[in-house]
């Protein structure tokens, strides 16, 4: 326990049977990104990795301390005042921030005398968390070291953690980190919300990383569940944080809340009982989460107060058709394709073109869907990634060539390394040899 | 002459290196020291316990004029805490270290019986 400090935070209550479920899942690492920005702004963003390390001693010394002496009263405000007291003891060891010691001191020591449940006071945490959203995806470091860093001091997670979710070696994340503190020290990246003329564009930076964030958890492809389902998470957090503000609140901050919104209210539907994996068509509509998807829907509405359609717009109005429709069949495809149409004007990626010739596919047909398929620029791109394949080979099926469907189920098994995808196909393709084999074939 | 009572002292060595470990991981490492002491608690064995900072000094030599600063051995070999635990003897001591959560990251337990001095 700090040697300092007897104030009512540290107040622990005896440790009982039902305390230890008491204490909030993921505290510690949402706690970490909490007192990572605010520290680093008092600190200053050159001193990061100093802020980094105060709060890692700080959690130390709860992870000690809480497991024999119980859990205090107020953890949040516990894990600061140590956090700041060791920040404290840095400043007075550290030679340069004489200059500013007794700047530094007086905030810290105002900072523990706050309230901490005071409005002010949450106000001041979510202003924090702000700044280091947007210095964290500063246009001067690169998109991948823009999600890391996001990872690493705004959401807590370990440089194991990233690497599992993004399927690199922990070195590399470790090295990308290392990077990303040096090029703020150099550029003197400062610690603010943009104002006036660079706030649009600042702001883009920040929802393109964020949605980058969420694609990584929800994009079945790749890494364990469990982590998926956390940047999911983080991700929806953090752009709530934003639209929430008045700096983030935005039409296109709103229509990116809720495309994650009404997308992640379908992710743990897309599994069954057994791990499988579940076509569109195929899922349990009643196990789609309807708060989030209210929630979306609301957050849809706000996105439409302005002018600017941006391709988060479009892409949450499709996800909007799908939450909205009560059945497979009864899915407003046509408006879908009208959706599609227009994103493919803006985005030229040749995933959103496929998605196109799904749509095409439902309202006219698989031979209308193929033929979409067809004319995709960059189809060379294409042909190298299992959705593809797997798309390519359900057009056939459904139009009774089993043969081609086969071969192509085949290919998308090669090409995807992820169990469920796997099983997926190879389902799949039993029902193609079914078919084939069964008389009149 | 000294009898054994039935008070144990466990003393926890190594385990968990914290300068590598996520938040997330310390708060699941922490849980699992919650179940295990909260058990402890609940069938009556826990007497006292607590966390040792790694601070500290040695003193020896003629009235221990030598002093060094800790800390003074390997992480590994550092004492990191200690508890007191009341057992039947010492197999169930030992029996009970067993569920101690330091074993998953390769730390020790060492369990001594507390000796009580009948009289004093």
Known sequence: MPPDEQTSAFEAGPLMDSEVTRLVDHLFRREAGKMVATLTRILGFENLQLAEDVVQDALLKAMQNWAFGGVPRNPSAWLMQVARNQALDAVRRQQNFRSKEKQITAFLEHRSAAQPASVHFEDEIRDDQLRMMFACCHPLLAREAQVALTLKTLCGFGEEEIATAFLTSTAAIAKRLVRARQRIREAGVSLEIPAGHDLSSRLDAVLQTLYLLFNEGYKASRGEDLIRQDLCDEAIRLTTLLAEHPAGNQPKTHALLSLMLLSGARLSARVDAEGNLLLLAEQDRSRWDRAMIQRGLAHLNRSAAGREISEFHLQAGIACCHCTAASYEATDWQRILTLYDILVETNNSPVVALNRAVAISRVRGPEAGLRAVELIPDRAALESYYLWHAVVAQLHFERGDFSKAASHFQRALELTALTVEQVFLENRLRACREKLAAPGA | ?120
């Open chain 2, 1 to 120: 002459m000294p009898e054994q009572s039935n008070d144990f002292l466990y003393l926890f060595r190594g385990g968990a290196d914290p300068k590598r470990m996520s938040p997330e991981q310390m708060q699941q490492n922490m849980n699992k020291w919650f179940t295990w002491m909260g058990q402890l608690r609940s069938e009556g064995k826990f007497k006292a316990g607590e966390p040792l900072s790694d601070e500290g000094k040695v003193l020896s030599g003629r009235k221990g004029s030598v002093v060094s600063d800790g800390p003074f051995v390997e992480g590994k070999e550092e004492v990191g805490g200690y508890l007191i635990v009341a057992a039947k003897d010492l197999n169930e001591a030992t029996a009970l270290a067993k569920g101690c959560p330091i074993f998953d990251n390769d730390g020790t337990v060492e369990v001594r019986p507390i000796e009580h001095i009948p009289g004093l």
